[in-house]
């Protein structure tokens, strides 16, 4: 029996790529994971692909969630709580990457590029690890990016903001919820072969494996393996850390 079988997961920004791979991996082990998708549609193409991948069908159940608005992320832990009956595990995954110039970006679109993959994982982990306490602990894991560690080959500003402040509201709440028995992670990955990757040119995708010594984009399950392992019971002595899933193509 898998150490992560019965706990209540969820995981943000659930409906496709790693996100997705995500919530695969954890109902494999035996988890009750609750996902969030941007719309209704989004949700529930997910679980159409869940049903087909073969994911337990009472395993999983998705939650409608725009964390562009400030009030989602309560209202989501809340959502949640309530219909599993607490929370265990929570992987901050949800993110926008912006617009196809980053350097054009407006100051409202940089504002929803910050609130979506940073503001949101703060509130989300503040609400959490309180339900985490209750239950006398718990494991938060946030997906950060090599972007916010080397500045960004194919991302903008925002973004790389965004993520290089993912890494930090790790440490920080690493250290204020350790009271709490709540562990709190990061994981960065570099380039990972995905949906929204494969629709980048030719000539940037070859730029970014000759950048990497491993000279490959990384897997979905490469991430959701690092995942795995900072919710689990092997992990009991891990917090405030980033684990770079990336190929080498940052040492640090």
């Not at 897997?219 to 002595?237: H, N, P, Y």
């Amino acid at each position: 029996m898998s150490e992560l079988d019965g706990k209540i997961v969820l995981v943000t920004g659930g409906t496709r790529g790693i996100g997705f791979e995500l919530v695969r991996s954890f109902a494999a082990e035996g988890s009750s994971v609750a996902f969030s998708g941007a719309t209704a549609d989004s949700v529930a193409q997910a679980a159409v692909r869940l049903k087909e991948v073969g994911a337990p069908f009472d395993a999983c159940r998705g939650f409608v969630a725009d964390f562009a608005d400030a009030d989602t992320p309560s209202r989501l832990i809340a959502e949640v709580a309530k219909a599993f009956g607490g929370i265990d595990v929570l992987v901050c995954n949800a993110g926008v990457s912006g617009p196809s110039d980053p350097w054009i970006v407006q100051a409202e679109e940089w504002d929803r590029i910050l609130a979506v993959n940073l503001r949101a994982a703060f509130f989300c982990a503040r609400d959490a690890a309180e339900e985490m306490g209750a239950k006398g602990g718990g494991s938060i894991v946030n997906i950060a990016s090599v972007a916010g560690q080397i500045g960004g080959a194919a991302t903008g500003p925002a973004y790389v903001a965004a993520k290089a402040g993912m890494i930090g509201l790790t440490r920080s709440l690493s250290r204020h919820f350790a009271k709490l028995h709540v562990r709190v992670n990061c994981v960065a990955p570099a380039d990972i072969d995905t949906d929204m990757t494969a629709g980048w040119p030719d000539d940037l995708r070859q730029r970014l494996v000759a950048m990497t010594p491993l000279g490959r984009f990384g897997q979905v399950d490469e991430v959701s393996g690092a995942v795995l392992f900072l919710a689990g019971g092997g992990a009991s002595f891990v917090t405030g850390q980033t684990i770079n899933v990336n190929g080498g193509i940052y040492m640090g």
